[in-house]
């Protein structure tokens, strides 16, 4: 029978019949309960570590090792690198100016009447839409309700802490629960779906880079000038210079969200790493880098407006995720562990963005690529 | 000695002595060579299975099984009851449309005439150029180069063909061969950087919205009206309403470059599967969805501008997920296993966006979270 | 001696010599005072009246008529059209949502510190700041401040209501004003300049679609099945269909923040005939067009984020122009005068959509140009 | 029977009444032909002069006098400064880089398959396109069509020389005639409307930043150190910070799609002193403004994409604006006199830029307006 079978056939069912390194992985059906439907087993992907960095944070103060799951060679060792020229000067500061998820139904009304009605009703019963709204989860805690009315459809634009988790599921029951609670007392409107794509959950916005969501981070550092000299191999003035063109001029030119070197390179290894939701290095690539020379210091830093990150829930349960998490010191129940995580996520992107700003000013980016990675 | 630790530096010590996790993993030095610095062991992520997905491409024809790593409950089931509306149905047309690779390198040049003076060179030694451009890898193949020029600045738009491998790394050597040659060429000219940030690799960003990168991919399949009704539980009315309220007015208004429900997340889960660079999802959430009713029917469409996979290099490489690539049926080397491969991830994407608008049009996303996640 | 003079500087010559056409004017002296230096005369465009138009406004009610001053033909005819597919089918209805002038004046701090000292002593004196703001003019009342941070720059966005007048040089003076005090106050902080970019003056910004200024309005009307029909000469349905492709998709694949088909050509016809800033058609070319067929009938709203009018300042006491303003029934120094403008202004801005995108639906276009401009 | 009329009423009769301004103008029936209708009168708007300003174009080489109709006191002595800075520094080089008007009607074919089938059409029948689009005026010359595909909509973007003419009627005429065509020789498509909103005709929008329409321009000038102190007040380090700053950085922040202080202030006077669509300064405002320290020189460039102007139709051909056409030395009907005009736009755009950065530089601009405007 099987002599029937095309050449594609043949080796799509050999690969099923075997599968042996998918199925060669340590989860247990316990490990993955609620993360996967029908799986055949698992990728593995290698985790390197960069470091030690030390996070003059708000949350995180200490020198972290950065655990970084990744297939791009030469990455561990550019953030190794970006870690060490930090450290030597100092550390870097960390601050999350803005916290909070979201999660923006939608709602549509017979008239604009209506809608004028339903933002009336929102602002006359706030404090009972919070208990609604909190009622689901001891974690939740809502933050605010913004309401874009564009005719009759209305976005209800849900922020709201979440605590340890990043916390889409969470933030998306408490929606629910205020749409078909606002539906049943505001005579005209109707709740259409749970995300009308005003989160901005994991796509590329400009809203996501003026407004953030998850944390928003901020992370600097004043690199001594004998640091930029020896380890970045090149001067302050080039490393402003280039920054400017590359990262602030091209960025306007193309329309892009992410006026920086390689936010998402970092992000997305972190992310990896430590067990979080892979599409959410979409909101990871969004954000600002700034580089200034001042004398001969490098002052340099950035601004992540959406870190999404727990440190429960989702695969952050994972057997090696959570390991990775508590390599950084980390508990994942302790009070602000996400937090945390979110300084130690911000100052390995500047790291990042220093070491790999300094190979373009060196050219030396192509030449380490053949080196690291053959 | 230890107890002078701080409780935080003995988790760290304890997490380092142990890793158990981390350690305990299937992949070998040889395995990870080029991809990895510092490792320390490696992350295990789950993968499950959606299909058969009848795949009618100009590069793919078959019923495909998708390989999905993901930690996100309930995204396989609801990827594969889009596979199942799409097969019952007939199966998704999928064309490329473009592909191409793309670096943009920066020069300076030290006065607009200097400026002028490069691009007529690169005009006049077009054929040389790609000659310099392919001499390095016999799997490049230079398809044009365009100069955006503002003041004495030059990015240079270079855009190839890499065959099979997704080819940052190729391009990258070609490009700074070609500035080389350029600077030693044109008097007043200095090649500044091999990344100009016009790529626009690994940033949110319309350029790459319009221009594409990559693959850039179009599928579309026509669901049968019995269909709508009894898989997606919704009509083919509804479904118009709210992609075009969800999906186009708010991508507009807060200014997104994913006019879609959840591009991002099948695009990680597939990229995360077959070894790609993660940090390419933020090309991967680029896109847009349209659907129409057409009588009892529902056309629907997307439209990805920039697929970045490859079948060699990179992670393709590691033992899980090339199994991974083979189940589908493409063999890592052979012809336009790229395009098949890219083909497959635009299907897999469209039957995403079927069952995630269906669930939000019959309000049954927070259901089906709370059913598979917990 | 004219004998060496190049033909060119002939013409010069000759023109200045007479500018008969631009010497016969009608302005004074006292006209323009404070307008314009080094004046030669002036030019004249013509005015054409659109109209009756009802208004149901929040600030204006009544039938207005319409002064449009401009030099494209057909467009006056076209937005009269429009004019009677409202007042036939009951009036427009207008509310302004959102009202208040912004300047953003730029600070920087000699660390990110000072930044952040800045921002908590404005939060703790935000009463004497107001105080000092509105010492200078009696028509401005503060509304709130804004500060945007990245790294050591702050943009303090500032809001007030400037009454009748469009109010840039009262909000610039109450900015200049705050950023002294404060560069007095708060140590390690200087003011750079009074604007900062972040207003957005006269510049396409997605910032003004999403946060508006001047005033921020919404009009709607529903048009009879028999208006539709007779007057726009197409169905609900066809003209749903174009302004979802051609005012919706296609504004977001182009990256417009105009989703419309002629904001621009109706505020820029209103604001010359009205003596406004005429670079403010920057800001009234930003909104969205909204078309639903409700069975025989057609909804039609547009959202105008920043119409920029006011009745007194600037071109506003110019003779011919304050007549137009006295024409729609608008005293130039009576409450709430420039908002009823702005009623007026949303009003006509939704005839204008509503007869130009009849005239493409039913493809009448170029054929009402080549009657009309001929 | 007039006791009945409301205030407003009598206010709005009284107004029509008389009219006296507006009704006293020097506008003959002949004058305005085609460019209004329902004629009520005129309102008038006082010219100023700037310059001389020393202009090497690419077309326009002399010392140009710009006449600038505006009611912004102090925008004409700002831009005469400017002048004065550029032309004591050598004078401005002008250079235009494109040059092609647009239009983008939209189709629509019945399937994917019907819309390929159009592309592949235009493609093997160009010749006999461009005879069709340009067999309607001899002034039109078709430079290129690019289609833009998604789903089954088509819009064709139409990229044409329309001589001396702004040409917008010109070539819409042309791109009906096409979609005329293409309707009736391919099957399955059909012509939905002459403007898609990809030309993008007087939107903001990423796309006309990215690819220009009208004129895309180029302007640079090398201030000498001397002249930056006296004339501008400042230092060229003052003015490379503060532009990067304010119109890079804050531009990019706010989604702005210009890049720069004020391009529309200068593009709307010389728009409506020479007769210009002034909804066109939409397009005006876009743009870059590039500022660096050389030494003690300060380079200053502008990039203007989508300058807008002809010096034959519309508003051009009315006494006083073609008066002021001719006092810039340019004779409305010689060659290429759209495109002098366009490096003369360019050029004191340059001007503009200069002053006004220089009053923020210098913190003077508010007390230039309280001198100027009061």
Redesign the interface.
Known sequence: MATNLSS??K??L???A?????R????TAAD?K?????????????????GPLKVEGDYYK?NA?I?L??????L??SV?RGCKAITLSGGA?V?I?KSGQTR?P?M?AES?EAACRLLSYLHGHYKAIRKIAESDSSHLRLQKIDA????G?I?LKITADTDNAMGM?MI??AA?KICLHLEGKVQGVK????????C???????????EGRGKSV?A?ATIKGSVVRQVLKTTPQAMEK?N??????????????????????VT??IY??T?Q???H??EG??G?T?M?AKGNSL?A?V?LPAVQVGTIG??TK???????I??????EREQNASRKLANIVAAAVLAGELSLMAA??T?D??KA??R???
């Open positions: 594609r056939e080796l799509i050999a690969s099923m075997r599968l042996s390194a998918v060669n992985h340590h989860l993955v609620g993360n996967i439907e029908n799986m055949i087993g698992a990728v593995q992907v290698p985790v390197g570590v960069a200490g090792t655990p799951a990744t297939t791009e060679g030469a561990v060792a190794n500061k601050r100016f923006a939608l549509e604009h874009h009315l564009y005719d459809l976005w599921n998306s029951r629910e709740y259409l779906a749970v995300s009308g794509n005003m901005v959950d994991k796509k590329p916005s400009r809203m996501t880079l003026e901020y600097e280039l400017t063109y590359k990262n602030i001029i091209a960025s306007q030119l193309t329309g892009s969200y992410g006026m920086n070197a390689h936010f998402a390179n997305a290894a990896l790493a067990g939701d892979m599409a290095v979409v690539s969004h600002v700034i200034k002052h830093s601004t989702g695969g994972l057997p090696a995720q959570r390991e990775c508590r390599l950084m010191g980390i508990k373009h000013a050219k980016l192509v690529h053949m690291l990675n053959r």
